[in-house]
């Protein structure tokens, strides 16, 4: 699975390096095990677990991952520190790849529209960034994927608790 992100507000590519997501595709294989997470304020060790990123569904949460393309991503309880909350997710329709820069557009587009109904305030007045996961060209043909994951977070800092109807 794939993610780009675009838009004012969106999660912009430096705020996205920042917080260490390089996620782009499906097709390579991440590490079984993602590196140990902690808590900023007290250190302790976050419990996550390695999940299959075409299993992610609504309210479940992640911390980032190394690489540039994914299978697997570390969800973490929505209690603890993270990175990306799942707040929507849609399926692409049709037979061939219609190429990552169309995808993008629909993605970006959807993932927008459901943004507000999450969070409860609109796009533009709000703190929260969002950017998604999508299919790439292999994981559309091999795969069968059409899976978009739509992600929101706060570029500057870590989460704690879900963001459904913050308001933020």
Known sequence: MATSPSGKLTLSV????????????????????????????????????????????????LNDTDGTEVSEVPLVDCADE?????YGELELAGDEFPGDDAIDE??????????????GISYDDSVYGYTYFTPTEKSWTDGDDRLVSCLIGDPEAKVVGSLAGVAE
């Open 106 to 119: 629909q993605s970006d587009a959807q993932c927008l529209e459901l943004f507000q109904p999450f969070v």
């Open 82 to 86: 993270h990175d990306f909350e799942v």
């Open 14 to 61: 430096a705020a996205i390096l920042a917080l260490g997501l390089t996620l782009s595709g499906c097709s390579e294989l991440f590490p079984s095990a993602a590196p140990a997470a902690t808590d900023s304020q007290s250190g302790e060790e976050i419990e996550q677990t390695d999940t299959d990123v075409f299993t992610l569904s609504v309210g479940q949460c």
